[in-house]
């Protein structure tokens, strides 16, 4: 067990839905990441936020945005979903802290867009 | 840019015998190196790790990776295999810039023969 925690673990929606995933990381870590695992794309960075700011952006989409709340837990949210959106979406969080930079990923929500 | 190659899509071993995945990194300073392992269906779990100093390191489950700065290659090893060790292997590093991402390789997908 890492200590990272994601809900929902499967989500099935239609095209066009919203959904959000919510992420809350290990117990004093500050930064949170989203990665996608597909099987075209493999693990992809999405977003990063620390302490509650958005700190890098990666391959994500317009529809696709993300924020982190006062008590660290962050949410993704997925709008205007297409069949292409479906994937396993990670959560990961890192301390950042002097030489530490190592991720702990959470179990993942598996979305099916049918 | 900073990129990971993991060179084998499949490896079939029989249990007992000895692994070694391989991974070839693209980067300009000295990369933070990382193996994630992920069983069907799980996350993604931390191996082990290479920041600096010796460049034989040891993680979790009896795993191993020798850096080797010449060849740009943190090959992951294991001297005997367990019928448990099946699963996707994937070998990241750590991009520097703004964030601390995780650049990904394809993974590596590891079958045991009993």
């Known amino acids: 067990d890492s200590g990272v925690t994601q809900t929902p673990k499967h989500l099935i929606t239609a095209t066009g839905q919203r959904v959000t995933l919510r992420c809350s990381p290990r117990s004093g870590d500050l930064s949170v990441y989203w990665y996608q695992q597909s099987l075209d794309q493999g693990l992809q960075f999405l977003i990063q936020y620390y302490n509650g700011e958005e700190r890098a952006k990666g391959n994500i989409l317009e529809r696709f945005s993300a924020q982190q709340f006062p008590d660290l837990h962050s949410e993704l949210n997925l709008s205007s979903l297409e069949l292409g959106d479906s994937a396993l979406y990670f959560c990961a969080s890192s301390v950042e802290a002097g030489d530490t930079y190592e991720q702990y990923f959470g179990p993942g929500t598996r979305l099916t867009v049918t | 840019a900073q990129s990971v190659t993991q060179p084998d899509i499949h490896i079939t071993v029989s249990e007992g015998a000895s692994l070694e995945l391989r991974c070839n990194y693209s980067?300009?300073?000295?990369?933070?190196l990382f193996w994630y392992v992920q069983s069907p269906g799980q996350g993604l779990q931390l191996l082990l790790k290479?920041?600096?100093?010796?460049?034989l390191v040891q993680g979790i489950k009896g795993f191993e990776a020798e850096f080797k700065r010449s060849q740009s290659s943190f090959n992951l090893r294991k001297p005997s295999v367990h019928w448990s060790d099946a699963a996707e292997y994937f070998c990241a590093v750590v991009r520097m810039d703004s964030s601390y991402k995780l650049i990904f390789g394809s993974g590596t997908r590891l079958l045991v023969r009993p």
């Open positions: 980067y300009g300073a000295t990369p933070y």
């Open positions: 290479y920041f600096s100093g010796d460049t």
